[in-house]
């Protein structure tokens, strides 16, 4: 299982030299969290409707993320579109939030809960805030935390084999 989370091989060499080791490593884990997290069977139309990973705001991640457009997860492609629209978020699988939306991110948290949204970023304590999964170094290690409220809230089920990996915080801890 800790193999499957950070085998990062088949995204690496597809990266090439324009994006950082660190990008890479996190692009990896969201890549990864898609096995994951399990959505309602209602948030996908039918069997070919592929999987929209939305980025909110520029980030270092961006080639990175890029690297994961037509790849496939759970039988189905992944296709990487960017927006700042609060609607357009609401109609992703999975939202990347960027280091600069960070001034919008209660706005963000609030208009994606609910609504079958994998909320994840870099953000300094993103999931204690609300977001579902935060990805953070720890010791020169890459590490995530997985807000379980907040999964509960968007109708997500977050693998207990995941959970195991990471650290679990709760946004009503605070």
């Known amino acids: 299982m800790v193999a499957a989370l950070v085998a990062i091989t088949p995204i690496v060499p597809a990266l090439g030299q324009s994006v950082s080791k660190e990008a890479a490593v996190k692009a990896a ?10 959505w309602p069977d209602k948030v996908f139309s039918g069997s070919e409707t592929p999987i929209k990973l939305c980025v909110w705001g520029r980030s270092a991640l ?4 890029n690297a994961l457009r037509n790849k496939t ?5 992944i296709r990487v579109l960017y927006t700042q629209e609060e609607r357009e978020a609401s109609r992703c699988h999975i939202l990347f939030i960027a280091r600069t939306g960070h001034a919008r991110l209660e706005t963000v ?6 609504k079958n949204v994998l909320t994840v970023s870099d953000i300094p304590d993103f999931a204690r805030s609300g977001g579902t999964i935060g990805l953070f170094q720890s010791e020169h290690r890459m590490r995530f935390a997985s807000n379980v409220d907040a999964a509960r809230r968007s109708g997500l089920r977050i ?3 995941l959970l195991k990996l990471g650290k679990i915080v709760s946004s009503e801890e605070q």
């Not at 884990?29 to 399990?38: L, P, R, S, W, Y």
């Not at 997860?73 to 492609?77: E, H």
């Open 73 to 77: 997860a759970k039988n189905r492609v």
């Open 62 to 65: 961006d080639g990175a993320l």
């Open 159 to 161: 693998s207990s084999q």
């Open 29 to 38: 884990f969201v890549f990864n969290f898609i096995k994951f997290v399990e």
């Open 109 to 114: 948290i609030s208009q994606t809960t609910g």
